[in-house]
Antibody, heavy 121, light 111 residues
Framework: EVQLVESGGGLVQPGGSLRLSCAASGFTFSSYEMNWVRQAPGKGLEWVSY????????YYADSVKGRFTISRDNAKNSLYLQMNSLRAEDTAVYYC??????????????WGQGTLVTVSS | QSALTQPPSASGSPGQSVTISCTGTSSDVGGYNYVSWYQQHPGKAPKLMIYEVSKRPSGVPDRFSGSKSGNTASLTVSGLQAEDEADYYC???????????FGTGTKVTVL
């Protein structure tokens, strides 16, 4: 069974940093592209970042470019999101998500339960 | 990249059908057959319902169907059931640097 478990969320002051983790199990992690998607309270979904299976290709949404860094450790079956220079508008539930089959269908078939990041003084 | 446009709400009685639209541009919805639909119940993670415009993942009832015409994609839920009441989001590929752009979301109410 595919499982994605996020951790690392919490309360942080504006300008601060936080590192999110996503522990993957139930599949060959190194074979799949991964993404972070966030959802502000009461708002819609927003794609944040993508990383290829090897980690060699990375994309970011304009809203986080230059402040967030996605990475992965295939030996540890883990995905990370380093978030720096946090702003109030970064407050959201952050989900890690995997594509459905790994065959490039560009659909997020598996999601974690999310971790809440609150940026406030 | 701007969010895709969805109606804020839609509703139908049990057994009826409801269709949700998702409007983008030729740079996203109209340019690729990588439109997906997600269902989200309150406090839960999104669930993939449709991918590649009209394909259903294993386990998704065939009451859910997708289509696309030009820059607008649509999700139809036939034979509405109480458990279909949820928020629905579309997404599309929008070019090599933007694998996903989401819609604004539609709240479906079963009357």
């Amino acid at each position: 069974e595919v499982q994605l478990v996020e951790s690392g969320g919490g309360l942080v002051q504006p300008g601060g940093s936080l590192r999110l983790s996503c522990a993957a199990s139930g599949f060959t992690f190194s074979s799949y592209e991964m993404n972070w998607v966030r959802q502000a309270p009461g708002k819609g979904l927003e794609w944040v970042s993508y990383i290829s299976s090897s980690g060699s290709t990375i994309y970011y949404a304009d809203s986080v470019k230059g402040r967030f860094t996605i990475s992965r450790d295939n030996a540890k079956n883990s995905l990370y999101l380093q978030m720096n220079s946090l702003r109030a508008e970064d407050t959201a539930v952050y989900y890690c998500a995997r594509d459905l089959t790994g065959l490039g269908e560009l659909s997020l078939g598996y999601w974690g339960q999310g971790t809440l990041v609150t940026v406030s003084s | 990249q701007s969010a895709l446009t969805q109606p804020p709400s839609a509703s139908g009685s049990p057994g009826q059908s409801v269709t949700i639209s998702c409007t983008g541009t030729s740079s996203d919805v109209g340019g690729y057959n990588y439109v997906s639909w997600y269902q989200q119940h309150p406090g839960k993670a999104p669930k993939l319902m449709i991918y590649e415009v009209s394909k259903r993942p294993s386990g998704v009832p065939d009451r859910f169907s997708g289509s696309k015409s030009g820059n607008t994609a649509s999700l139809t839920v036939s034979g509405l059931q109480a458990e279909d009441e949820a928020d629905y989001y579309c997404s599309s590929y929008a070019g090599s640097n933007t694998p996903y752009v989401f819609g604004t979301g539609t709240k479906v109410t079963v009357l």
